[in-house]
């Protein structure tokens, strides 16, 4: 079967770093991604990792590690506006493309 | 103009009305998703289509169907509504080919009373 893992919920000040982490189980891993969702909106592409490594685009940063079964979503610099969830989602060679979610991770963003 | 858009965005229907839920795209994509979300749940996919003579049921496909109209059009129905069907409705589309993000619709907020 599979599973992937988030905390529930995390906490933290503005301008500070946060790192939300994922694990999951999978047979045939063929990437994981990862989106932000504003309460009450559509999630949003923020990442893509299929090889091990860190890849970053701005304040945000994504790193996977195949073997642990283990991923990391980093937030530099936070500001009010990253108040959302963040959601884990990973795909198999078994699945087609489809892709499967974790429960979300809800970040609150304080002063 | 959004590229993925639902409709209606809210309702509010009674226990055993027939409801229909759209969404088009204007992206060109071939796959199609219907997702639910609840509160602790995360999305739960119900269907999915590939292409538009495929159809496939997801993890949750009791109690709805789908139709696949057109390339652009991905139709979810609830032949008779029952309030533990009251949810955040969403619609997703991506692109034929290798691991490519998948695009949401701005979601349909759905209660049965």
């Known amino acids: 079967g599979q599973n992937i893992d988030q905390p529930t919920e995390m906490t933290a000040t503005e301008g500070a770093i946060v790192q939300i982490n994922c694990t999951y189980q999978t047979s045939g891993f063929n990437g994981l991604f990862w989106y932000q969702q504003h309460a009450g909106e559509a999630p949003t592409f923020l990442s893509y990792n299929v090889l091990d490594g860190l890849e970053e685009k701005g304040r945000f940063s994504s790193f996977l590690s195949r073997s642990k079964g283990y991923s990391y979503l980093l937030l530099k610099e936070l500001q009010m506006k990253d108040s959302a969830s963040y959601l884990c989602?990973?795909?198999?060679?078994?699945?087609?493309?489809?892709?499967?979610f974790g429960q979300g991770t809800e970040l609150s963003v304080k002063p | 103009d959004a590229d993925v858009t639902q409709t209606p965005r809210n309702r509010i229907t009674k226990t055993g009305k027939r409801i229909m839920l759209e969404c088009s795209q204007t992206k060109g994509h071939d796959r199609m998703y219907w997702y639910r979300q609840d509160p602790g749940l995360g999305l739960r996919l119900i269907y999915y289509s590939f292409d538009v003579k495929d159809i496939n049921k997801g993890e949750i496909s009791d109690g709805y169907s789908v139709s696949r109209q057109a390339q652009a059009k991905f139709s979810l129905s609830l032949e008779s509504a029952i309030p533990n069907q009251t949810a955040l409705y969403f619609c997703?589309?991506?692109?034929?080919?290798?691991?490519?993000?998948?695009?949401f619709g701005d979601g349909t907020r759905l209660s049965i009373l």
């Open positions: 997703a589309t991506q692109p034929r080919g290798g691991n490519q993000p998948q695009h």
């Open positions: 989602a990973v795909t198999n060679y078994n699945q087609g493309g489809k892709l499967i």
